[in-house]
């Protein structure tokens, strides 16, 4: 964002529909709410966009695989975003769907201007696809010529008609954007991976397929039924789609993005593919592109196959929907990545939001009741405490500036300061003392400093926790909106007199994590005896009876893999590293016991069968994300492998 700026367009990335919402989803979509929350209290005309992608192979092959038509099973898992946001009470003004019809004929329109300025032609394309990125690779871009190099997974080799944008024709054009805008691209670290990517020279890019159809057509005048668009050049275009390119242009003005926040996992898409779409139809191009980092669970890629996935609903649930968002947008720094614990939540919320801030709101409901029936007076403020307002001041007049670089991090470590002068002042001047003495206009002058300093706390911290901020502006009698923002952020006026109204805790304490942990993400001992002493309990109540049901059997899922990796871990006699491939979005770690019987070069190629459902499991530091099959009798260990190879992924019954 940009300050002093009219019009701000802020979105998403719009989040592919082959699976629900995790914390990572949430921490971008919050991330936006918050910027376009806090340009609305100070004063822009502001729009957000998020909503779902829904066209391509992925998707299409998730809906086969639930008997489910694309269309179908699209529509259900983007009606799941979309009540999440309502439900996180994310203010987006639009939600965008790829299978719009107003989205399709914009994409249609916008690639028929590209061909017609002469930078789409037709061609064969020969190469790899990965269907989890939807991306396309040389084979020198391979791992071990056939695996992503973003996911592991393995690729596909397509060999297809297709379309072709003139990516190549744009090198010199995107570098030297890339030089005249300094922040185009943040952080500034990733800025740089991105013009030595560019630097390295870029080939022409496939943006349309033949070998399946679900998909946006080619325009009707090109006559190629069988063409459906390159799934990343339909989504890219949903950022002026949504504002009616190529339809009802009304919502036009809006653009260029003030800023696009992306994972950092797809900045090369929009940093590179985007701005040259965008310079190919002689459109402005987008202000910022911001990079947030990754979020992993005990210091993996969260993923449903792994079991380790945080689902942002429970989390805001059991610890309050402003504690989470503070959390994200404070833990880690923008860019950066971070790991998710219950135990770094708890401590933020006990520390940072009950200590600091919801304690010092009660101390202005006591003492403001305690000595002056809950009435605040600022009148005295300037004339015992001009140099604490001073301080206050002189920090929150550059807060803005980290939001603007988005070092959102920093802006409420300031806004911490703040709450630490304001904490302060009560420790040094004692207003109980002052009272003893005599001296209510000093104590008075202090605690209305103190509500204050509150006030323009609230007014900042507003975008990160609306519903908490709201309960503090009540209680001191603010309204927060776009006037008092002006007045008593930006003009530093005082507060008017006031009465205090009482108000809940904002964030009482809490003492143990309120949510079931895996195995091993267990956060304290007390726990983990808790959760062996319930294994155990389980494992009693099928003692009684040997036999089992056809049902049980079938709740372990069985699977063949290939291994595609092995290695040897170092101080370990019995386990080797296996990365196996079951045909997910990535593939597994597991940590097998077989060292003794087979070597790294035994293994690697060669297909196991995997049991595929257990809860994860950390071995030597390490996370197993499965068991493989084997027996041992006297004659050593062997695996059970299938007769004759069989399609990774397949289930065994
Ligand atoms: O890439 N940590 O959609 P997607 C942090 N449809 N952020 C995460 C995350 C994690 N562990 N996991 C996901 C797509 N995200 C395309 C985008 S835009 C024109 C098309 C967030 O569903 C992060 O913002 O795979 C990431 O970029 C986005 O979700 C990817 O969502």
């Known amino acids: 964002m940009d300050k002093n700026c009219k019009n701000v367009y802020i979105t998403t990335p719009i989040y592919y529909v082959n699976d629900v919402a995790h914390i990572g ?101 020969e190469g790899y696809y990965c269907v989890s990125c939807e991306t396309f690779f040389t084979q020198k871009q391979l791992i071990d010529e056939q695996f992503c190099p973003d996911c592991g997974k393995t690729t596909s080799i397509v060999k297809e008609e297709s379309y072709f944008f003139k990516l190549s024709s744009y090198e010199d ?16 670290a990733k ?28 325009p009707a005048c090109l006559n190629e039924p069988k063409h459906v668009m390159y799934v990343w050049l339909d989504a890219l275009m949903n950022y002026i789609t949504a504002l009616g390119y190529g339809s009802d242009e009304k919502n036009m003005h809006q653009w260029p993005a003030s800023v696009h926040l992306v994972g950092k996992d797809i900045l090369r898409f929009h940093a590179i593919y985007w701005p040259a779409f965008l310079m190919s139809l002689d459109m402005p191009l987008p202000k910022h592109i911001a990079a947030h980092g990754w979020w992993t669970r005990d210091g993996a ?8 996935v945080i689902d942002p609903k429970e989390v805001a649930n059991a610890y309050g929907l402003d504690a989470f968002r503070y959390f994200l947008l404070r833990e880690v720094p923008f860019g950066q990545d971070g790991d998710f614990s219950q135990k770094a939540l708890i401590d933020r919320i006990n520390s940072d939001l009950g200590n600091d801030l919801g304690n010092l709101l009660n101390r202005i409901i006591g003492m403001s009741g305690k000595y002056f029936d809950f009435y605040v007076s600022s009148k005295d403020v ?14 929150l007049e550059n807060v803005e500036e980290y939001i603007y670089k988005m070092q959102i991090n920093r802006f409420l470590e300031d806004i911490w300061k703040v709450l630490s002068i304001a904490n302060k002042a009560i420790g040094d001047y004692t207003p109980w003392n002052l009272m003893k003495e005599d001296k209510q ?20 911290l507003h975008c ?97 893999g290939t291994i595609i990796e092995a290695s040897e871990i170092p101080k370990s006699k019995k386990l080797l590293k296996l990365q196996v491939d079951l045909g997910e979005k990535n593939t597994r770690q597991i940590l097998a016991g077989i060292k003794e019987f087979y070597s790294v070069e035994d293994l690697v190629g060669t297909q196991v069968c995997i049991v595929a459902n257990l809860k994860p499991a950390k071995l030597m530091g390490m996370i197993s994300e499965g068991m493989l099959l084997a027996a041992r009798d006297e004659n050593g260990l062997h695996l059970i492998r299938p007769e004759k190879n069989k399609t990774i992924g397949t289930n065994i019954s």
């Not at 202090?446 to 609230?458: D, E, R």
């Not at 809490?510 to 949510?515: C, Q």
């Open 25 to 125: 989803h949430a921490y971008t979509t919050i991330i936006a709410d918050m910027l376009a929350r806090y340009s609305r209290l100070s004063g822009s005309n502001t729009y957000f966009l998020t909503g779902t992608d829904e066209h391509g192979q992925k998707i299409a092959q998730s809906a086969v695989s639930r008997n489910k038509s694309p269309m179908e099973y699209a529509t259900e898992i983007s009606a799941k975003f979309k009540t999440l946001w309502d439900d996180f009470d994310i203010t987006y003004d639009k939600f965008i769907r790829t299978t719009n019809e107003e989205h399709k004929t914009g994409v249609q329109k916008a690639f028929l201007k590209m061909y017609e300025k002469g930078d789409i032609y037709k061609g064969e394309y």
């Open 464 to 560: 990160v926790m609306p519903e908490k901020t709201s309960k503090i502006a009540q209680c001191i009698g603010m309204q927060i909106n776009t006037q008092t923002y002006e007045c008593i952020l930006k003009q530093n006026e005082l507060l008017k007199d006031i009465r205090i109204t009482k108000v809940e805790a904002l964030f009482p304490r809490i003492e143990k994590v309120l949510l079931e942990e895996a195995p091993n993400m267990i956060v304290n001992e007390e726990e983990k005896k808790q959760s062996t002493k319930k294994a155990c309990v389980d494992d009693n109540e099928d003692e009684d009876d040997n036999l089992i049901s056809i049902d049980k059997f079938f709740e372990t899922s069985l699977k063949i």
């Open 441 to 460: 206009d000093e104590a008075m002058a202090l605690v209305a400093l103190i509500t204050n300093i509150m006030a323009k706390v609230a007014l900042l």
């Open 191 to 218: 800025k740089n991976e991105i013009i030595n990517f560019v630097k390295g020279g870029l080939r022409d890019l496939s943006i349309s397929r033949t070998s399946f159809d679900w998909g946006v057509k080619l």
């Open 173 to 188: 054009k995107l570098l030297k954007w890339y030089e005249e805008n300094e922040d185009c691209i943040l952080p500034r």
């Open 382 to 395: 300037l004339k015992y405490h001009s140099k604490e307002l001073e301080q206050v001041n002189d920090i």
């Open 301 to 308: 890629k969260m993923s449903k196959s792994k079991g380790n």
